[in-house]
């Protein structure tokens, strides 16, 4: 009557880490998952950033263009270039850097979102897993697995630190494995 006693406890002290460890990882995955849903948002208004710059400096260069073909076609045909257009040039020659510059920037900005997004995508993939894993271990009653359902959860909490915390580790295997 004891053994049964002492694996009934036996199975309540695993259901409990379980339990534990499924809700832990709930939350973390859930906070995980508003953050990387606030970077996606941060990515897209960055990238529309960045496509506006680039197709306003395209306009620019196509502005300057067009004026320093007319001053050719007025010098041409022996008339003087008129203040505007030289003043037109002079100011799409100044703007063209500043707004590549800032597409550039855009550019960087996505870039640095992204490692971030990849972050949160990979932990929300090893916290699931760590999850299945741990219910597994429930049904199985077995130790071991719990184990592995902890080394899962916790690298996917590491993910999830790395991005809350703004670290820039990345995780390229599992983004070239999965991307």
Excluded at 124 to 140: D, P
């Amino acid at each position: 009557m004891e053994f049964e006693v002492s694996a009934e406890a036996k199975d309540k002290r695993l259901n409990r880490r379980v339990a534990i460890t499924v809700l832990a990882l709930s939350v973390v995955m859930g906070l995980g998952t508003i953050k990387d849903g606030n970077i996606v948002q941060a990515m897209e208004r960055t990238e529309s950033r960045s496509v506006d710059l680039w197709n306003e400096y395209q306009a620019t260069r196509t502005k300057l263009r067009i004026t320093e073909i007319a001053q050719i076609q007025l010098t041409a045909a022996h008339a003087a270039p008129s203040a505007k257009l030289a003043a037109d040039a002079a100011r799409y020659r100044a703007e063209a850097p500043t707004l590549a510059r800032d597409a550039r920037a855009a550019g960087a900005l996505y870039d640095a979102l992204n490692i971030h997004d990849d972050q949160f995508d990979a932990s929300e993939a090893l916290i699931a897993t760590a999850i299945s894993t741990a219910a597994v271990a429930a049904l199985v009653e077995s130790s071991w697995l719990l184990a592995v359902a902890w080394m899962f959860g916790g690298f996917g909490l590491f993910l999830s630190l790395c991005g809350f915390l703004g670290w820039s580790f990345h995780p390229d295997v599992l983004s070239t494995v999965l991307g």
